[in-house]
T-cell receptor, first 117, second 110 residues
Framework: GAVVSQHPSWVICKSGTSVKIECRSL??????MFWYRQFPKQSLMLMAT?????????EQGVEKDKFLINHASLTLSTLTVTSAHPEDSSFYIC?????????????FGEGSWLTVV | GEDVEQSLFLSVREGDSSVINCTYT??????LYWYKQEPGAGLQLLTY?????DMKQDQRLTVLLNKKDKHLSLRIADTQTGDSAIYFC??????????FGQGTELSVKP
């Protein structure tokens, strides 16, 4: 079945540095990918919708200059957390929309734990 | 607006059936999903149901959809300790984005 791969699974970075998280659709093309953030024991919050070849659409309250999203190809979207701070520590999950004859299905990556120290 | 609600906790004994309930608000959702999240892991798609269906069965999983009441449920038959996890229901919003419920933590006691 369709698989979405996210890398890295775990990352620790120093405050003030930037970190990039990759989301790849392994056996299907995804014109649309989504980035979510999950705080401990809470639900997922949609951060932005990433469209291949165009600018991402950010949800209200999400700083686009801080969370840079690039969807340069049909199988890869990246999220860069710029000038990271401890409050950015969270679980980030991407998903990719797969169009098929049976309809649209959304597949999730394994998630990336970001710890900013 | 779009909103999905679930009860937060459910505790069952091994071998019993579990029923996790969810209500949603967007009647135009075309698909409704159930995801499972184990501790420290990402989301695993369990099953989904198209909005013109009222039931879908997949091995131990049964999904019931009451579109009139905007109520979705997930029944897990013969619940095992390995089923202990957080279960999220989600509806499709505008543009394909998913709107998630808060998640139901299922605890299975031996």
């Amino acid at each position: 079945g369709a698989v979405v791969s996210q890398h890295p699974s775990w990352v620790i970075c120093k405050s003030g540095t930037s970190v990039k998280i990759e989301c790849r659709s392994l056996d299907f093309q995804a014109t649309t990918m989504f980035w979510y953030r999950q705080f401990p024991k809470q639900s997922l919050m949609l951060m932005a919708t990433s469209n291949e070849g165009s600018k991402a659409t950010y949800e209200q309250g999400v700083e686009k200059d801080k969370f840079l999203i690039n969807h340069a190809s049909l199988t890869l979207s990246t999220l860069t957390v710029t000038s990271a701070h401890p409050e950015d520590s969270s679980f980030y999950i991407c998903s990719a929309l797969s169009d098929s004859r049976s309809g649209n299905t959304i597949y999730f990556g394994e998630g990336s734990w970001l710890t900013v120290v | 607006g779009e909103d999905v609600e679930q009860s937060l906790f459910l505790s069952v004994r091994e071998g019993d059936s579990s029923v996790i309930n969810c209500t949603y608000t967007d009647s135009s959702s075309t698909y409704l999903y159930w995801y499972k999240q184990e501790p420290g892991a990402g989301l695993q798609l369990l099953t989904y149901i198209f909005s013109n269906m009222d039931m879908k069965q997949d091995q131990r999983l049964t999904v019931l959809l009451n579109k009139k009441d905007k109520h979705l449920s997930l029944r897990i038959a013969d619940t095992q300790t390995g089923d202990s996890a957080i279960y999220f229901c989600a509806e499709t919003g505008i543009g394909g984005k998913l709107i998630f419920g808060q998640g139901t933590e299922l605890s299975v006691k031996p």
